[in-house]
């Protein structure tokens, strides 16, 4: 029996929360300013769906995997509330984020295999575990399936795009807010913004794929 422990309690409840608690005041914001209503309609749906997802991820920082034990052909994920997850290997997953440049934020997705999706276990990051890659191998050496790894949260998985729409709106909200308060300089920079963050997103993956072309040019 193989035993792997999670080397610290530190967890992530404040930054959902503070996630949670910008999204409500953006809402707010948003009816109690009077904003454009085609812009409120397309705005608010986004926000409500994030902050559900948000809310999930919230409560699985509340009771974390705290250490998993390969067992006679299961996986046993112990929570921080000391309730087990027991899986047979042939109902595993995992992903990895393993980037080359980015090692420090390695994290590995501990997944349950159900007839039509995965339900997500646990999220193994390293800071929290210093053995993350000997229980990467030990995966792998059990022929535990391994599937894409995806970020967590609702914008990752529907696309940057909402993250667009969501800044736009919670732009809008704050122009209205400081035009109320006569700050017009801000209101008006406010009014006109739009972060393309799908630009940004693939700016950053073509300097990626440079950086990787010339390491590899340099081997």
Known sequence: MKTFK????????????????????????????????????FVVPFLLIDMYS?????????NFIKNIEFKEGDIICTHLKNNQTVIPF??????????????????????????????????LHIDNWNSIFELKKELVNNAITQVKYRPEGFWSKYGILTADIVITGTAMAGGA??????????????????MPLSDIKDSIERNKEKERQESNKTK
């Open 6 to 41: 999670r080397s610290n309690l530190k967890n992530k409840q404040n930054y959902y929360r503070i996630l949670i608690a910008l999204e409500v005041l953006a809402i707010i914001s948003l009816f109690y300013f009077n904003v454009n209503g085609f812009a409120v309609f």
């Open 54 to 62: 948000n809310k999930r991820c919230l409560n699985r920082q509340k």
């Open 90 to 123: 042939k109902k595993v997953k995992f992903s990895i984020r393993e980037e080359k440049f980015e090692k420090d934020q390695t994290e590995i997705e501990i997944k349950f295999k159900k007839a039509l999706k995965s339900k997500l276990i646990g999220r």
């Open 177 to 194: 807010l400081a035009e109320m308060n006569n700050d017009f300089n801000t209101a008006s920079s406010l009014d006109n913004v739009f």
